[in-house]
């Protein structure tokens, strides 16, 4: 670099460039200066995929090289000899460069020579280098108390704008509601913070609120957009699916401040965690939301490679802010990532024992009293000869059903079928048939179950033999008739370490049918000194058959022995298979070399001081979700197309202290960033903060926020006391209207919950992909269909038709018109009263002479049209009509749905 | 608005000058262009979107103001409709050659299927003579005006994510629809009413379920609007029981009222265009009623589409889609379930089934076209009709094994559709397929081939016209697709 450098130099003397020779001794930044030319002017035809002419500028080496008609584009320390000088300043248009397009300005022109001179250095994209160590002057801050503060004011102050005066106290308190705890404060609870002298209210009231079981409710709703959690499985019939344990897991998680690190690495590889808790399993269920399709006719590797895709990106997505689907069929246009680093990423994720069928296998199950009874009596026996880890282990294996050995696995079959179509996804057995097993370690193995489905009476025989069709028989057993897919155990006989197996399918019956899912590979039970109680094996073959109350979808490896192949698909087409490749980061992020054998390697890796982005992308997600915009306002994009941080101290800033002296904790981020005084600034726009910053980047105020879909709900349930506090469970069905739900091939209804269930919180709320509760998606929840980084909020007529008529607002208006009608007093106490109800607040005149004209002309029309009133609130009292129409307006104010 | 944003801008703005300096030689006046460029958001509302804005288009001048697309879900056999082929006829009953199985994926059919012969008789009809079945008399009276597309095929197999891709242009969920493409590129010539509307018919909705007419990962004000067909057509746009329209005025004047204090206060604009939202969310409690009110047609309109007040029928739909482009919504999308005849049972028989549900669908598609041209808006309206795939020449043998009734399974390599109106030729029929209707043999017509035609239709070039979203643009043809120029005007 130093010889590019001094090469330089020499250069701006020898050549006559009026501008050069002003500037000689600055060093052009790449990052600052000349990729944003690059990325504005170039790199649409110059990328990483178009490559026009055969110059790319994503690489180094690419823009470096010879083009195609010979020319080079870039020659460092040589502008003279550079071809893309030479067409930025050509004279012919149809030369010119970038073509049909306005013409580089005359310094771009002259920046991008002498950086060319200085050597044409490139340098890393911003998200991809170390975060720094800010320095910060706590010391002379002139104004804030945090370093928050502090790198927030240097901004305002660069752009001539200055900080806005603390927010009055009740919107304060009513926001810091809304944004830990998703829901707004109660008026006695608005009181007490208004009332509080303390210096330390407002901190003692964050750590109250952390505290709060609601606040996990609320922060839960972020991570299942990014999670793309539902309650049914997607396409065609979008059949129900059991995941809400999953749910519950997050909401879990957020209240014990289960630390981000820990968070992640149980979510992506809980499975792989010595010895996995239940609840490390139910993790897992994050990469289990992906959709599977029940259709008829649909390829099932087609659509468990659609899920590991989805997989990949959705992991790269949500940790790195990496738009890593751009690479899935060829390299990255815009950053530096190769296309088979694709597939190094794929082969992560490729190895998951699931498979798009029905069953949804593998799943946790959780079994009725009876069979947990069984389940704790084997985990006793093997924890007594054993060990409790060697019981974990089995109560794993029952649960969970895995390994099991599918027909995807088999090496070599005859006289079956296998048609792998959604859910004849088994294998057609028929008399004489065999299938081979290749290489299978039996070091371990005592019994292998089949898993089977015989409709008629006839007797099948199984023989399982060793080493050929001919060889040793090591196990045998009858096949019957079955209730539905069932376990059969076969004790297996050999000392062999590793084994072919062959299993041999014979019968009396010449038309003998039976369908087989696979075997299940069964490890030996330990030993007691008594000898192996036979009972123990008698409960574990029932367990194995046992029917289920509830059962989550997790994610397991498939065993060594069978473990899939990753080979990359040639132009993302699944169908033309490339080269072998093995699990790897690409080569951008691994910084210290370290080597990748599975997901739990990576998502260790993830949260480890070699890992430059994690803690800035999940920071920057917290922050969005208070200030309604990230630092980085693409928060699913940190790449090069992402926009660039406003405040990229303070982002640094942050992510150091969280992963670092924070230790990865989710409520020290938010208190941290709460606590500011940026956070409780007034969201009053002033004129002239609306000219110099109407999107509000330099953060000057504090901004309005619509609320998201939930909370508005859930705020009007709050507000007029219907909303339960129950917590966790199976979703729940509130009133929706008739004939929502009509999709095909399904006969699921919608029914509605009873009691309390039907006033839950919005997170609770049956998600099906297909047909989303109505309200949410008109207030642009998230269908789940795939990872959402970021909600779009719009304004629209659909959105108002919702919070007038909507039967759920209008039952909240009613309800809280009765609470307004008992008060004593006038129509202008009534009048206050509500508005403070609503809002937490006391109300202004000017509002309060609307309202209660309102009131008055409402009661007027009620007195002449009794009928209407009585059709409104089912009762002839008028003024419960005109309060449940004025408790309406109240709950469509703009204030109200609007977070200030 | 970013760099990359504003570069994609100008660069847009660069084209469309230098498009219409060089290239338009339809010697348009500036006053009518402007009219016909000049952009509603939809709704008017004012919320900031993270891409390419809007208000530069359309690309160049548009030949069709508005869509009616027909979408016959679950597939109907263009072996019995349109695309005529006695030499099957030879074939029927014969074992497929392997040629035509080799290598290929079916949903259903498994070893060697028989060849199935045309179930109904065709006839030449019109001035262009063109072959139809004897399954759509009415059809057959307006094959002068439309264009039928003998050689579409796509890339899947399975219903759900057939639609997707003819819908969206990805077979994966989560893309816009091309009803939303369109709004979120012109916006709607009607404030008073969404400018994409959805009406659904056959008893089910797509098996892509509500993604087919989702807005993916544009603002969710893009997205198709269901109407009903029972109870509020759009949901929530009654009031309670009890609140006449004079409540609702009194209630909706003092929100506003308030909302301007609000605004006083607190100088916010996103308060202003909420105000606005409220204001048409009244006007649309009644113009929504109103528009879907098929009561309001004189009653030999509703005889010549057989349209019955109350019926959740395609006929009823057919009439309100007409109502609906009259009104100004941009992108009208209709369903009509229940074309998948596999042959499994009588009511999905080719025979029996398909017949039923030609009867649904003739008479009304047909008075559709009739309608729109005798009111003048067939030149602006662009009507398209089909499925999402086609249907195997060969006989379904679902595992192997004999159906009770002939039935096809589904076919991606050549289906029809047609099309009318809005810079069509009519009379014509495009594309050929082989003797026995597996292959399309001349002129293929791929789904992001019909989509890039149908944008093409309303001024937007394809290829252009994209969404920044997870760092990558995306276009409703993703990287493909042709403007099948032979088949405009």
New interface residues.
């Given amino acids: 670099m130093k010889t590019f450098f001094l090469k330089s130099i020499g250069f701006c003397y020898s050549l006559v460039f009026i501008f050069v020779t002003s500037c000689k001794d600055d060093k052009i930044d790449f990052n600052a200066q000349v990729r944003p030319i690059l990325n504005k002017k170039c790199i649409s035809c110059h990328g990483g995929v178009k490559q026009s002419g055969g110059f790319g500028l994503v690489f180094r080496e690419n823009a470096l090289a010879e083009t195609i008609n010979g020319k080079i584009g870039i020659v460092p320390g040589h502008p003279e000899k550079s071809e893309m000088i030479a067409r930025i300043k050509h004279k012919d248009p149809e030369m010119r460069m970038p073509l049909e397009a306005d013409p580089l300005s005359e310094d771009e022109i002259a920046l991008l020579t002498k950086w060319i001179e200085q050597g044409a250095e490139w340098q890393e994209h911003w998200a991809y280098l170390e975060p720094q160590e800010p320095e910060v002057a706590l010391d002379d801050l002139d104004w804030g108390v945090n370093e928050i503060d502090y790198f927030v004011f240097n901004k305002m102050e660069a752009h001539d704008l200055s900080p806005s005066d603390q927010a009055e106290a009740h919107d304060l308190v009513r926001r810091l509601y809304l944004d830990v705890t998703g829901v707004p404060p109660t008026t006695e609870q608005v009181k007490a913070f208004v009332e509080n002298p303390s210096d330390k209210a407002y901190e003692d009231l964050v750590d109250t609120l952390l505290q709060s079981p609601k606040y996990g409710e609320h922060w839960a709703s972020m991570w299942l957009d990014l999670a793309r959690y539902a309650d049914s499985k997607g396409y065609e019939a979008d059949r129900p699916r059991e995941i809400w344990k999953y749910r519950d897991w997050v909401i879990k998680a957020f209240n014990e401040d289960m630390p981000f690190n820990r968070f992640t690495i149980e979510q992506l590889a809980g499975d792989l965690l010595p010895n996995p808790t239940e609840e490390q399993y139910i993790a897992t269920a994050f990469h289990r939301n992906t959709l599977n399709n029940g259709e008829g006719g649909t390829d099932n590797e087609e659509y468990r490679i659609s899920s590991v895709i989805d997989r990949v990106n959705t992991t790269w997505e949500v940790w790195q802010s990496t738009t890593m689907s751009c690479v899935q069929c060829h390299s990255h246009p815009y950053d530096p990532i190769k296309h088979n680093e694709y597939y190094t990423s794929y082969a992560f994720f490729n190895n998951a024992a699931d498979w798009d069928v029905p069953t949804e296998h593998p799943i946790y199950r959780e079994f009725d009293s009876l069979s947990s009874a069984q389940l704790k009596d084997v985990k006793k026996w093997v924890a007594k000869v054993a060990s409790n880890d060697e019981a974990n282990k089995w109560e794993a294996f029952i649960r969970i059903q895995e390994p099991k050995i599918r027909p995807e696995d088999f090496d070599e079959t005859t006289n079956t079928i296998h048609y792998n179509r959604s859910n004849q996804d088994y294998m057609e057995v028929y008399n004489k048939a065999s299938i081979k097993l290749k290489d299978v370690s039996l070091s371990n193995v005592d019994r292998i179950y089949v898993n089977y489905r015989q409709y008629t009476k006839n007797k099948g025989t199984l023989l399982i033999k060793k080493d050929s069709i001919n060889g040793t028989v090591v196990g045998k057993t009858i096949l019957n008739k079955s209730n539905g897919f069932t376990n059969v155990p076969v004790a297996i006989k050999t000392d062999a370490k590793t084994a072919d197996l062959y299993f041999q399918f014979t019968s009396s019956a010449t038309d003998y049918l039976c369908f087989l899912d696979g075997f299940l590979l069964a490890e030996k039970l330990p030993v007691a000194n008594d000898g192996t109680s036979p009972e123990i094996y008698d409960k574990i073959d029932a367990l194995l058959n046992a029917k289920f109350k509830h059962s989550t979808p997790v994610m397991v490896e498939k065993p060594n022995d069978f473990s899939r192949l990753t080979q990359v698909f040639d132009r993302g087409n699944w169908l033309v298979l490339g080269d072998t490749v093995q699990t790897d980061i690409p080569k951008l992020f691994n910084v210290n070399n370290r080597q990748f054998k599975n997901r739990l390697d990576l998502a260790e890796w993830l949260v480890s001081e070699d890992n430059y982005l994690t803690g800035r992308v999940i920071a920057n997600r917290f922050w969005a979700k208070l200030f309604g915009k990230g630092i980085v306002l693409t928060s699913e994009d940190f790449g090069t197309l992402g926009e660039r941080p406003t405040h990229p101290e303070l982002l640094d800033w942050l992510a150091l202290r969280f992963s670092k002296d924070w230790n990865w904790s989710m409520k020290t981020l938010i208190r941290n960033i709460v606590l500011s005084e940026t956070y409780k600034q007034s969201s009053v726009i002033t004129e002239e903060a609306k000219q110099i910053d109407p999107h509000n980047q330099w953060l000057a105020r504090s901004s309005r926020v619509r609320l998201s879909a939930e909370q508005i709900r859930d705020q009007a349930l709050a507000v007029s006391g219907l909303l339960s506090d129950k917590m966790y469970g199976p979703s729940v069905m509130p009133y929706q209207p008739e004939g929502v739900w009509t999709v095909v091939y399904s006969n699921d209804t919608w029914q509605t919950s009873p009691d309390e269930d039907a006033y839950r919180r919005g997170l609770y709320t049956y998600l099906r992909r297909s047909s989303p509760y109505p309200s949410f998606i008109s207030f642009d929840a998230s269908e789940r269909e795939s990872c959402l980084s970021r909600r779009i909020n719009t304004n629209t007529p659909i959105q108002a038709l919702v919070t007038l008529n909507d039967p759920v607002y209008f039952e909240a208006a009613m309800h809280l018109a009765q609470q307004i009608e008992a008060l004593d007093g006038d129509n202008k106490t009534k009048v206050e009263a509500a508005y403070t109800k609503v809002i937490g607040k006391n109300i202004s005149p000017d509002k309060t002479t609307i309202l209660v004209k309102l009131l008055e002309d409402t009661k007027a029309y009620y007195q002449a049209h009794k009928e209407e009133a009585f059709q409104l609130v089912k009762t002839d009292n008028l003024e419960l009509a005109s309060l449940t129409i004025m408790m309406n307006v109240l709950m469509n104010m703009d204030e109200f749905i609007v977070k200030s | 608005m970013?760099?990359?944003n504003?570069?994609q801008k100008?660069?847009l703005e660069?084209?469309t000058r230098?498009h219409f300096l060089k290239k338009c030689s339809t010697g348009l006046g500036g006053i009518a262009l402007t009219s016909l460029m000049g952009p509603q958001y939809m709704?008017g509302?004012?919320?900031?979107?993270?891409s390419l804005d809007p208000a530069s288009l359309p690309h160049f001048l548009p030949k069709a103001k508005r869509v009616i697309y027909l979408h016959m879900a679950g597939a109907p056999s263009q072996l019995e409709l349109f695309d005529y082929k006695p030499a099957l006829q030879k074939l029927h009953g014969l074992d497929c050659p392997q040629s035509l199985l080799e290598g290929k994926?079916?949903?259903?059919i498994?070893g060697v299927p028989k060849m199935l012969g045309p179930q109904f008789n065709f006839k030449k009809y019109g001035q262009s003579g063109t072959y139809v079945s004897d399954a759509l008399p009415h059809f057959s009276e307006i094959v002068d005006d439309v264009a039928i597309v003998k050689s579409m095929h796509t890339d899947e197999?399975?219903?759900?994510?057939a639609q997707l891709l003819l819908q969206t242009g990805s077979a994966?969920?989560?893309r816009p629809s091309i009803g939303a493409w369109v709004t979120y590129g012109l916006g709607s010539e009607n404030e008073n009413l969404?400018g994409y509307m959805v009406l659904?018919s056959g008893?089910?909705?797509?098996?892509?379920?509500?993604?087919a007419w989702?807005s993916g990962f544009l603002?969710?004000?893009y997205?198709g609007?269901q109407c009903?067909?029972?109870?509020?057509p759009?949901?929530?746009?009654?009031?309670?029981?009890?609140?006449?329209r004079?409540?609702?005025k009194?209630?909706l004047d003092?929100?506003n009222?308030?909302?301007r204090?609000?605004?006083k206060?607190?100088?916010?604009d996103?308060?202003l265009?909420?105000i606005a939202?409220?204001e048409?969310?009244f006007k649309?409690?009644v113009s929504v009623p109103d528009v879907m009110d098929v009561s309001k047609e004189p009653e030999y309109i509703r005889d010549m589409y057989g349209a019955k007040q109350g019926e959740a029928s395609f006929a009823n739909n057919c009439l309100l889609a007409r109502r609906l482009v009259e009104q100004g919504v941009r992108f009208v999308q209709l369903y009509h379930?229940g074309w998948d005849m596999h042959g499994d049972s009588k009511a999905t028989s080719l025979n029996e089934g398909l017949k039923t549900k030609c009867g649904e669908v003739d008479q009304p598609m047909a008075a559709l076209v009739k309608d729109l041209k005798q009111r003048g808006l067939l030149d602006d309206t662009l009507v398209v009709w089909g499925g999402e795939f086609g249907r195997t020449p060969m006989r379904e043998n679902r595992g192997g094994r004999i159906m009770p009734y002939y039935g096809r399974d589904?076919h991606t390599e050549a289906y029809s559709i047609w099309m009318a109106g809005g810079g069509i030729k009519g009379g014509i029929s495009y594309g050929e397929t082989d003797e026995i209707g597996y292959y399309g043999v001349k002129d293929r017509v791929h789904i992001h081939d019909l989509q890039a035609t149908i944008l093409n239709q309303l001024g937007i070039n394809h290829e252009k016209f994209t969404y920044?979203?997870?760092?990558?643009d995306f276009r409703l043809t993703d990287v493909h697709g042709r403007v099948v120029k032979d088949l405009l005007i």
């Fill in positions: 970013d760099l990359y504003e570069a100008r660069k660069f084209t230098r709704f509302s004012n919320n900031t979107v993270n994926r079916f949903a259903f498994q197999f399975n219903h759900a994510p994966r969920s989560g969404p659904v008893g089910k909705n797509p098996s892509a379920g509500k993604n989702g603002p969710s004000e997205q609007v009903r067909n029972s109870g509020d759009i949901l929530y746009v009654s009031n309670p029981n009890g609140m006449s004079d409540i609702r009194k209630s003092a929100i009222e308030i909302n204090t609000q605004y206060e607190f100088n916010d996103e308060t265009s909420r939202q409220y048409m969310a649309m409690q379930w589904h920044h979203f997870q760092g990558r």
